[in-house]
């Protein structure tokens, strides 16, 4: 008896309250503000990630001579624009060993500026950019080791960005 009172009482408050429902009711035009969302454009936006126009000619490159007295052979590398702006394609060369690479450049907000310069064995080289302040950053190693030629990345590189949001009401 005393759940049956309690479930009629439940019941009938849930009536109440469901009757009470104003989602059909109108909404005064003059009570509505908008809400608008002020947001700051990213630096990293100054530069498209497209290329209006791909150079055909190499944008960075190395070479040496192996000193074969036979042929004339060479270590060489170089790097390719690509439609992508901060991809670059890496065109290798050791003797008649070649190879491809592909090379993703951070975006600083910058154009990208790719530079590649001599290693410390014979034949190698590192690849890098020139970063905002116009400081060489290390990137990719191309080096030949035991007549095979190798690619090492020796550090990677991540940009954040953060954009700040105002709600203005």
Same mark, same amino acid.
């Given at each position: %008896?005393? @759940? ?13 309250? &469901?009757?009470?429902? /104003? ?16 947001? $700051? !454009? &990213? #630096?990293?936006?100054? *530069?498209?990630?497209? =290329? ?8 960075? $490159? ?6 074969? !007295? +036979? ?5 060489? *590398?170089?790097?390719?624009?690509? #439609? ?5 394609? +890496?065109? %290798? ?12 450049? !951070? /975006? ?5 500026? #790719? ?6 064995? #014979?034949? &190698?080289?590192?690849?890098?950019? %020139? ?5 060489? =950053?290390?990137?990719?190693? *191309? @080096? ?9 990345? +020796? ?15």
């Amino acid at each position: %008896m005393k @759940y049956r009172v309690l479930n009629f009482c439940l019941l009938v408050v849930l009536i109440l309250n &469901s009757c009470n429902n /104003n989602s059909g009711s109108t909404v005064n035009p003059a009570a509505v503000t908008k809400d608008t969302t002020v947001t $700051s !454009p &990213s #630096p990293l936006d100054a *530069v498209p990630q497209k =290329r209006d126009k791909v150079k055909e000619e190499a944008v960075a $490159s190395f070479k040496v001579t192996t000193g074969n !007295p +036979l042929n004339d052979w060479y270590f060489k *590398v170089e790097l390719y624009e690509t #439609p992508t702006t901060f991809h670059y394609l +890496l065109k %290798m060369q050791y003797e008649e060993i070649r190879g491809t690479d592909t090379l993703k450049l !951070p /975006n600083f907000g910058i154009w990208p500026e #790719p530079v590649i310069k001599k290693g410390n064995e #014979p034949f &190698s080289c590192i690849i890098g950019f %020139m970063d905002k302040d116009k400081k060489f =950053r290390e990137y990719k190693k *191309v @080096y030949v080791k035991n007549n095979v030629l190798k690619v090492t990345t +020796l550090k990677h590189y991540t940009v954040y960005a953060w954009k700040k949001e105002v709600v203005e009401k």
